[in-house]
Structures are given as structure tokens and as C-alpha cells.
């Protein structure tokens, strides 16, 4: 099953290069440069598609915007996708219809705007440039991009213009993807731009929600965020250190486990 899988990921990642390559594929070229059948073919495209890596069209598929200009930020999108995806679906459980939110920028961030697009009549707020895209398309949803200077690389804005316009709004919720969580020493980064942002996004929300894949817990960014009691709830995976939950939890934050 493991080699399987393994053989899918290789055949799929060649595919993303290809396409990078020639901004577009052809499903009977695929099929004879990887030696497999067109129909296993159309279902690698189809996987894509829906991982945000191409848009399907007649007999094979093109670059989406976010693929042409964010590259790396998708390579990155593929590690711990399963965990990434649970940890996602449980964040945006705690989202309801109507409510106005806040999100920061982040491959876990990606996951959990798909999540949200279940929900109906939401406001949101983003210095993301994926999750803007990604929400832009549901019609009932009120999507603000911050707009500011460009992080190309991770696909965010930053600058004193974000935190100007950040000023502007109140929400329900903060959803913030961060790179260290500490009981101790508490919640960092490695972005230099993106601290001042999210803290203005906790400090104009009524709850911050963390999102963190479990090997981020226990790790300190570059950079400090904030206390870990300023923080409400942490949205992490099922194989967190219970250990480490439970001195989360004696700082009084909610663990959610997805």
C-alpha cells in the first residue's frame, strides 16, 4: 500500500513539473511520457484539480493563477496534506454561518478556506492571496484582501496599509497558522512581516482560534507573537504529545484535536 502510494505521489509531483514546465498538459502526452494509461491519467488531474494545482479542461489541463505565481507556496501545500485537511475541517467546524473573520496566510490557512466554503454569509478578512482567491468564488461570502506589500514567495501582504485597514474591522474569530507553539515561551513565527499582522488580527477579534500541524508544538519561531493565554482554542492533529496538550490546557486554552 505504502509503494503504492509513494508511486502515485512520484507520477503526480512529475505532472505539477511538467506543468510548471509548459503551462498546460495534454492527457494522451502525459500518458505516454509516464508510461501509464490515459485513465489514470484523468484521475491524477482530477486529484489535482482539487488540491488547487490545475484546472481541467478538454483533454488535459492548465495552470491556475495561483499555481503560475505561487509555486513553492504549492510544493509546500503537498507536505502533511491529509493533516493539514483534518486539521482544517475541524477549524471550520467552529465557524457559523454569518460570522466575520480574520486569517492570516499559510498552507494550513489554504486547507481551512476550503473548509469554510461549506458555510454560508461569511465576512472575511485576509492578507492571504490563496485563501482570497480560494473564498472569492463563493457567491455569498463578503471576501476583503488587505491590501499592502506583496510576500511572493508565501503569497501575503504586510506593511503598515495592512494594519490601516485591519484598524477598520471587528470579528468573531481570528484564524491564525503559526509556526511555534510553547506553553512556556509562547506563540512565534518565522515571517518578520507578518507579526505585527497577526497581532492586530487577535487584538480586533473577540476569539483566537491557532491552527498548527503537532510538530510545531513545543517549537519557538524566530520571532514572539504573543503569550500562549492570550490564545482561546489550538486546532492541532491526533499526534500531539499528550503531554504537551495537557500543559496547554493548563493555560487555559481549548485543544481541539482533528
Do not use: W
Not at 482561546?232 to 503531554?243: I, M
Request: hydrophobic content about 40%; some cysteine; proline content about 1%.
Amino acid at each position: 500500500m505504502l509503494k503504492q502510494k509513494l508511486k502515485i505521489d512520484t507520477r503526480r509531483n512529475k505532472i505539477i513539473e511538467i506543468l510548471n514546465r509548459d503551462g498546460q498538459v495534454k492527457v494522451s502526452k502525459l500518458s505516454e511520457e509516464l508510461k501509464t494509461t490515459p485513465v489514470t491519467i484523468r484521475s491524477d488531474l482530477d486529484a489535482l484539480e482539487q488540491d488547487g494545482y490545475l484546472e481541467r479542461i478538454q483533454g488535459g489541463a492548465v495552470q491556475t493563477a495561483v499555481n503560475y505565481y505561487n509555486r513553492e507556496f504549492l510544493q509546500r501545500k503537498r507536505l502533511n496534506a491529509n493533516i493539514k485537511k483534518r486539521i482544517a475541517s475541524a477549524a471550520a467546524e467552529l465557524i457559523h454561518d454569518g460570522d466575520t473573520i480574520l486569517i492570516n496566510s499559510g498552507t494550513t490557512v489554504y486547507f481551512t478556506a476550503v473548509e469554510l466554503k461549506q458555510r454560508k454569509n461569511l465576512r472575511i478578512v485576509t492578507n492571504s492571496l490563496t485563501a482570497a482567491i480560494e473564498l472569492g468564488s463563493v457567491p455569498s461570502f463578503h471576501v476583503i484582501l488587505l491590501g499592502g506589500e506583496i510576500n511572493s514567495r508565501d503569497s501575503f501582504t504586510y506593511g503598515n496599509d495592512v494594519l490601516e485597514q485591519l484598524k477598520r474591522y471587528r470579528a468573531n474569530y481570528a484564524i491564525l497558522s503559526i509556526d511555534g507553539v510553547c506553553a512556556e515561551t509562547g506563540i512565534s513565527t518565522l515571517h518578520a512581516e507578518e507579526v505585527m499582522v497577526e497581532r492586530m488580527m487577535m487584538e480586533r477579534a473577540n476569539e483566537t482560534i491557532i491552527i498548527a500541524d503537532s510538530n510545531k508544538l513545543e517549537k519557538e519561531g524566530f520571532l514572539y507573537v504573543c503569550d500562549t493565554e492570550e490564545i482561546d482554542k489550538l486546532v492541532t492533529d491526533q499526534s500531539a504529545d499528550p503531554s504537551i496538550i495537557k500543559r496547554l490546557k493548563q493555560k487555559n486554552i481549548k485543544v481541539i484535536l482533528g
